[in-house]
């Protein structure tokens, strides 16, 4: 089992940055897919990134490809999610999501998920 524990969010204007941290406990934390993804209200949760155990791959949504960056370090137990150049339609909860047996954009393969942490972008 692993907990996820998500920060970093705010208000922010556009065209600015913010980074989301995603504190992770429990054992094996490198063998597990990590991923984030979004949710606004009256949507479904959307796929942003994912990176593999190893951090030797990682996958966007073609949304925020160039923009974001998903990182992670092993040692800590910590996933990263700097965003750059924000936009009001990247106002979202931003969840954490892992998964030991999964890489990829599939919501319902990640079965472990923090409680979110809120961004809004707006002037």
């Known amino acids: 089992q692993v907990q996820l524990v998500e920060s970093g969010g705010g208000l922010v204007q556009p065209g600015g940055s913010l980074r989301l941290s995603c504190a992770a406990s429990?054992?094996?934390?490198?063998?597990?897919?990590m991923a984030w993804f979004r949710q606004t209200l009256g949507k479904e949760r959307e796929f942003v990134a994912a990176?593999?155990?190893?951090?030797?791959?990682?996958y966007y949504a073609d949304s925020v490809k160039g923009r974001f960056t998903i990182s992670r370090d092993n040692a800590k137990n910590m996933v990263y999610l700097p965003m750059n150049s924000l936009k009001p339609e990247d106002t979202a909860v931003y969840y954490c999501?892992?998964?030991?047996?999964?890489?990829?954009?599939?919501?319902?393969?990640?079965?472990?998920w923090g409680q979110g942490t809120q961004v809004t972008v707006s002037s």
């Open positions: 999501a892992a998964s030991q047996y999964y890489y990829g954009s599939a919501r319902r393969q990640y079965d472990h």
């Open positions: 429990g054992r094996s934390f490198s063998t597990y897919t």
């Open positions: 990176i593999t155990g190893s951090g030797d791959s990682t």
